[in-house]
């Protein structure tokens, strides 16, 4: 359990350091040793899901972040609580994928969920919360809704 969760985090940071190429095998391996640890239906499961769906969506493989995304959901719905963080932080990259695709109506919507599940736990200013309404800010943007962009921009840059 030490080496999934480590190899875990390995991944994330060098997703944040934008090297895919890197992070993708090793959120890979992590979702391999999950399962086989823990089963199909355990919340590190699907918080692995999440971070290997990030690295799809970044290299436009929608399908793959779909099914990853979709069980993620399953399993925080399921196993942890469907009002849980773990389900906001699903939802938001559910609105990611959305937003990316082009289906900006979904995204508006899921993404507005997410953020009023997450904020009801960490309040406004945390950074997974400030994420979510950058990412609201590109679909206003992409929706010509300026001043919504605007506002929602604001809201995430805040300190």
């Not at 190429?21 to 959120?27: S, V």
């Not at 899921?110 to 950074?127: D, P, S």
Request: charged letters at 25%; hydrophobic letters at 40%; aromatic letters at 4%.
């Amino acid at each position: 359990p030490v080496t999934a969760n480590t190899t875990a985090q390995v991944a994330s940071l060098l997703y944040r350091a934008g090297k895919l190429d890197a992070a993708e095998p090793l959120f890979r391996q992590a979702l391999a040793m999950n399962r086989r640890l823990r089963g199909n239906d355990h919340e590190n499961v699907a918080g692995v899901e999440i971070g290997l769906a990030r690295v799809l969506i970044d290299r436009r493989q929608f399908q793959g972040a779909h099914d990853l995304l979709d069980d993620a959901l399953r399993i925080d719905e399921q196993v942890v609580r469907s009002d849980s963080m773990a389900t906001a932080r699903t939802l938001g990259v559910i609105g990611l994928l959305n937003s990316r695709q082009g289906e900006y109506a979904a995204a508006d919507s899921v993404l507005r969920q997410a953020i009023r599940l997450m904020e009801h736990h960490v309040g406004r200013r945390h950074h997974d919360v400030r994420q979510l309404y950058e990412w609201l800010s590109d679909v206003d943007r992409a929706r010509g809704q300026d001043a919504d962009a605007a506002r929602d921009h604001a809201i995430a840059t805040v300190h």
